[in-house]
């Protein structure tokens, strides 16, 4: 413990050197005072962002609105220690420092490590990131543990969202914008009193639509395209000056024609040449339509959807009783999931349908009791869950599966029958429940030293229930075991193995957390912070690995909690008299059985599974700056330095190079000979490598300068601002591969118009100013054939938005 607090002290030390990069926890955009207190929730009470012992940062409604950053992809550019990434909306994954989640995974066995909290409420479904902010008031970005203060465990971090609440005054917002690409967004809200100073209503809406920006010349229809609609209604009852009880209800549907991943470039694997990409494109005499990705063309044969929606009803009561406040949070929510995916990711008829139609429903009640006192300020809280979900997948291989899919020495790999028509019908209920108790004490030892101590208690169950039922082309039941005698039969169950299954998980642990803060000077305050976590342990809900007998491994249904350790320091300033807060922060986190995908060699169809990686380490600086010289001119910039590393993962995933094939490398073990299917590598030991999806450097910077002018008549004031971030290169693959790093990019974005403060504001953007051509992700073909394709970023975009407000 003491070494890695002492490369923290030094790293930071580094950091204040005068070559360092300074940014700013507090996005300053749009030009808010940085002299004004920015007032936080992190702790569970209001406070002033510099005088809490936590990494955070805050984004507040006039910097979203002028940024664009209408949702948590888009704020991740003012963000860099937030990533965000996601082929569909259920494939999604927001992680903080780099953990969170399993890059590229989708099970719905475990859980996120980065909570997102709407109103207080947990949302359990990372889907409900990928919706438009609606209404939003700001949103704070906490980084590391927060078990102790927040109802749902998150050992990475939290997404906290507030929206406004309803007024006893009239009051209405309304803004509407229009681009390129078809861009058409509108937002309003209005609020007011229904019975004065006792009952106040809110009601706000939003639409977001855009063409796609990947044209599909098979269909003849642009896809990845925006097509959002939110709807939210706030009642405030405020029955004495002692209680408020708020009663939200929100809806929120997308149903857009998305999402397409396209051709990146070929690489070449372990698997026979006459078997990768390039001679099994040219059996079928197919090419890609461009294999430039940035033609942004396509020719996926199978429909695309990602339709879903998401929403819900809480009721929140606050009381004012004796020394503190108690608070109660009661809410139910729904996610409702229609997709329709191309996964083969070409035009020929490989897999024809894949598609796992979800719905869910979450219960959640909170208490909470705070207290703020002259010497002790503490929390304690209770918190209950329970989530139902049920997923209706199916999957159905097309008439080029056999060619493209089978083991390159089976007799059936020309015979497309064998494979055409073959079809998996997938039958998925989960059930969890999580109880938990939690706490905080802040003991103000002097009017400088304040010793945190927090501890939670917490309890998980989950059950489930996993039925594979495969039909072949003529819809006959195929059966696996006993063991086929048919080499057609073996083939179906390597490619699409009924199986059968009921995991089940259940645990109890103990976490807590241990800040000692000090007020050095008024305006500077010094942390550190030992932090001991968990993540609930899963299950396997996405099949198993079978073994000789066709039969699946039980031992490997459930996945066992992540164990976190996180140790950081931190340095809060506030300089030249208000007009400038500088912030920073060194952590370092070593989660053991980290969940990830893993691969076995001792079974007969080598299957990625959930299961757990021995250990991973992620360390770091980020530093932060905010300067407001005058009313006329606002800056910030932040930056985050992140070392990452497999401490140990033997049994991984190989990348793509390594795989399809039975060569043997250094740190591999060679699949069994002879394996049904032939399509999974001999699993790696990739200990010593990158983390997937973390950039080693990450910046992000802004500016505004603005002038008083008159316009028609109107006082108000001309502005000019500027937003830009940077990302170095990251791995897009579980185990990092030549093939799949994606490059670093920088992104700028203008924008400049005329205010009229409180009334009217009219002004143009242009985004990508520079048309930088990036990718979010990259992603491989399953089949080892060296496919690689990729998930496109936005080109360049420019529009005009016009707001009113009264």
């Known amino acids: ?77 003012l963000q860099p220690s937030l990533q965000f990434y996601s082929t569909n909306p259920r494939n999604s994954a927001a992680n903080i420092r780099g953990l969170g989640a399993p890059f590229g995974l989708t099970n719905d066995g475990i859980e996120q490590g980065v909570g997102v909290y709407i109103d207080q409420v947990y949302n359990s479904r990372i889907a409900a990131a990928t919706f438009d902010f609606l209404d939003v008031e700001q949103v704070e970005v906490l980084r590391g543990p927060q078990g102790t203060l927040y109802g749902k465990n998150t050992t990475a971090g939290a997404i906290n969202i507030t929206t406004r609440k309803p007024s006893f005054e009239f009051e209405g917002r309304a803004e509407v914008s229009v681009g390129n690409l078809g861009y058409v967004q509108a937002k309003a809200s209005i609020s007011g009193p229904l019975i004065e100073d006792k009952l106040a209503i809110r009601l706000a809406a939003s639409s977001t639509d855009r063409r796609g920006t990947i044209y599909n010349v098979t269909t003849q229809n642009r896809v990845n395209e925006q097509d959002n609609l939110g709807l939210r209604g706030v009642l405030l009852w405020r ?56 033609d942004r063309v396509t020719d996926l044969d199978t429909s695309l959807d990602a339709f879903q929606e998401i929403g819900g009803v809480s009721l929140r009561a606050e009381w004012q009783l004796g020394p503190g406040t108690l608070t109660s949070v009661s809410a139910w929510r729904f996610w409702n999931w229609g997709p329709s995916n191309d996964r083969d990711f070409t035009g020929l008829p490989i897999t024809t349908v894949s598609a796992n139609p979800s719905k869910q429903n979450q219960y959640s009640q909170e208490f909470r009791y705070a207290v703020e006192g002259n010497r002790f300020d503490y929390v304690l809280g209770l918190f209950a869950y329970h989530q139902k979900q049920h997923t209706t997948g199916a999957q159905e291989q097309g008439a080029a599966a056999s060619r493209w899919l089978l083991n390159p020495t089976s007799a059936n790999a020309s015979n497309p029958a064998v494979l055409d028509g073959l079809r998996s019908e997938n039958d998925i209920h989960l059930k969890t429940t999580s109880i938990a108790a939690f706490g905080q004490l802040s003991w103000k030892v002097t009017d400088r030293l304040t010793l945190q101590p927090g501890l939670r208690v917490n309890y998980d169950k989950k059950s489930g229930r996993y039925v594979a039922t495969v039909t072949d082309g003529a819809g006959n039941l195929v059966i696996c075991n006993p063991t086929p005698t048919s080499s057609v039969v073996r083939d179906q169950c390597a490619t699409l193995p009924p199986q059968s299954y009921d995991p089940k998980f259940s645990d109890w642990n103990v976490s807590g957390d241990f800040t000692i803060s000090y007020q050095v000077t008024d305006d500077i305050l010094a942390y550190a912070t030992y932090a001991k976590s968990f993540k609930s342990g899963g299950i396997n809900l996405s099949g198993l ?8 491994i039980l031992s490997v249904t459930t996945v066992k909690p992540e164990d976190v350790n996180h140790y950081e ?170 093939y799949m790093d994606v490059k670093g990019y920088a992104l700028t974005n203008f924008r400049a118009g005329f205010r009229v403060e409180g009334k009217w504001d009219i002004y143009g953007w242009v985004k990508n100013a520079f048309a930088e051509k990036y990718y979010e992700l990259l992603a491989q073909q399953s089949g080892s054939t060296g496919l690689i394709v990729g998930q496109l970023g936005d080109p360049r975009t420019y529009g005009l938005t016009v707001k009113a407000q009264f």
Not at 42 to 55: F, K, L, S, Y
Not at 655 to 678: H, K, R
């Open 545 to 552: 690995p079978l073994d000789s007998s066709n039969n699946p």
């Open 239 to 294: 029955p004495t000056e002692a209680l408020d009880v708020t009663l939200s209800a929100d809806y929120n549907r997308q149903d857009p024609e998305c999402c397409a991943q396209i051709f990146v470039r070929t690489g070449s694997t372990q698997r026979p040449l006459n078997r990768q990409f390039a001679a099994l494109a040219a059996a079928f005499n197919y090419a890609p339509p461009s294999t430039n990705a940035f």
């Open 1 to 77: 413990m003491i070494r890695r607090f002492l490369w923290l002290a030094t790293a930071s030390a580094a950091a204040l050197s005068p070559h360092a990069f300074a940014a700013d926890d507090v996005a300053a955009a749009d030009g808010a005072s940085q002299s004004d207190s920015i007032i936080v929730m992190a702790r569970r009470r209001a406070e002033d962002i510099q005088d809490v012992p936590v990494a955070i940062s805050v984004v507040d409604s006039k910097t979203l609105e002028s940024t664009g950053s209408f949702n948590v992809a888009r704020l991740t550019q």
């Open 569 to 738: 320091v931190g340095l809060k300033t506030t300089l030249l008299d208000r007009r400038a807060t500088f912030n920073l922060a060194g952590f370092w986190t070593e989660i053991s059985d980290y969940q990830a995908l893993v691969n076995s060699g001792a079974i007969s169809t080598v299957r990625g599974y959930l299961a757990n990686a021995d250990k991973v380490r992620v360390r770091g600086i980020e530093a932060d700056l905010a300067f407001r010289p005058s009313d006329r001119f606002n800056a910030y910039a932040s930056g985050t330095f992140t070392d990452h590393e497999y401490v140990k993962f033997t049994g991984a995933p190989c990348p793509p190079e390594l795989s399809g094939g039975t060569t043997v490398a250094a740190g591999q073990t060679p699949s069994p000979a002879g394996t049904p299917g032939g399509l999974s590598p001999a699993s790696c030991d990739i200990s010593g490598q990158w983390l997937p999806g973390i950039s080693k450097w990450a910046f992000s910077y802004g500016a505004e300068y603005n002038i008083p002018a008159k316009l028609l008549g109107l006082d108000g004031e001309v502005y000019a601002g500027v937003e830009g971030s940077y990302r170095s290169k990251f791995s897009s693959n579980p185990s990092r591969s030549a």
